[in-house]
């Protein structure tokens, strides 16, 4: 990752499995600091691109691709105005955006004891409610210390997914307030429904 901004390419109008885009090991970077005069964040963040694909941990792992990290506010729009809208996304392709040192997999140690919120939302709705959700993540306005370890967004027909990550299934106070959180930001109504799952619940299912 040569330039400044920590930016990669990823394929999503092709069908194939995104090999041609070189992997790099995320654990093996060096650590992300905020240029001078930038606004720091909290956590640095990585951003993962993939397709939906085998649900076994290896080569799910092999399917995500780092296209980004950033440190900053700066840095975060400057990754942000590189990508691809949702809408734009052939279905079937996955964005995360997961603090630095967590993958965005079930078996991962910071998620399996987690669940995440799950929103299902019209496609011409979901390029703003990424938007939103990525800054409210950044910008922790989730007020739940480090219980949120990522967001993810899955494109799929007729409607796409948008999903919060949080640490503890069991933390029912951070779980309550991460879904009241995603009703404000979102702006959506209490007929909108969210479900909570269990990480737990889709290890269960998981080859081995």
Same mark, same amino acid.
């Given at each position: 990752?040569?330039n400044? *901004?920590?930016?990669?390419?990823?394929?999503?109008?092709?069908?194939?499995?995104?090999?041609?885009?070189?992997?790099?090991?995320?654990? #093996?970077? $060096?650590?992300?600091?905020?240029?001078?005069?930038?606004? +720091?964040?909290?956590? /640095?963040?990585?951003? @993962?691109?993939?397709?939906?694909?085998?649900?076994?941990?290896? $080569?799910?792992?092999?399917?995500?691709?780092?296209?980004?990290?950033c440190?900053?506010?700066? %840095? @975060?729009? =400057?990754?942000?105005?590189?990508l691809?809208?949702? /809408?734009?996304?052939?279905? *079937?392709?996955?964005?995360? !955006?997961? #603090? =630095?040192g967590?993958?965005?997999?079930? $078996?991962?140690?910071?998620?399996?004891?987690?669940?995440? @919120?799950?929103?299902?939302?019209? #496609?011409?709705?979901?390029?703003?409610?990424? $938007?939103?959700?990525?800054?409210?993540?950044?910008?922790?306005?989730?007020?739940?210390?480090?219980?949120?370890?990522?967001?993810?967004?899955? /494109? %799929?027909?007729?409607?796409?997914v948008?999903?919060? @990550?949080?640490? /503890?299934?069991?933390?029912?106070?951070?779980?309550?307030?991460?879904?009241?959180? !995603?009703?404000?930001?979102?702006?959506?109504?209490?007929?909108?429904?969210?479900?909570? +799952?269990?990480?737990?619940?889709s290890?269960?299912?998981?080859?081995?």
């Amino acid at each position: 990752m040569a330039n400044k *901004y920590e930016i990669r390419p990823y394929a999503s109008d092709s069908d194939d499995s995104g090999d041609e885009v070189a992997d790099v090991d995320a654990d #093996k970077l $060096e650590p992300l600091e905020a240029g001078p005069g930038e606004h +720091k964040l909290q956590y /640095t963040y990585c951003l @993962w691109f993939g397709k939906k694909g085998s649900h076994r941990a290896a $080569e799910y792992d092999k399917s995500l691709h780092l296209v980004g990290r950033c440190a900053s506010v700066e %840095q @975060w729009w =400057s990754l942000y105005c590189h990508l691809i809208k949702p /809408t734009s996304l052939k279905p *079937y392709r996955r964005l995360h !955006l997961f #603090k =630095s040192g967590i993958k965005p997999m079930w $078996e991962d140690p910071s998620n399996s004891k987690g669940g995440k @919120w799950v929103i299902r939302l019209k #496609k011409s709705k979901m390029d703003r409610a990424w $938007e939103n959700v990525c800054m409210a993540m950044l910008g922790e306005q989730f007020l739940v210390g480090s219980e949120i370890c990522g967001v993810v967004l899955c /494109t %799929q027909y007729p409607e796409d997914v948008l999903s919060v @990550w949080n640490r /503890t299934a069991t933390d029912t106070v951070s779980t309550n307030r991460i879904r009241d959180t !995603l009703r404000r930001i979102l702006n959506l109504p209490q007929s909108q429904h969210i479900e909570y +799952k269990p990480h737990g619940d889709s290890l269960k299912f998981v080859p081995a």
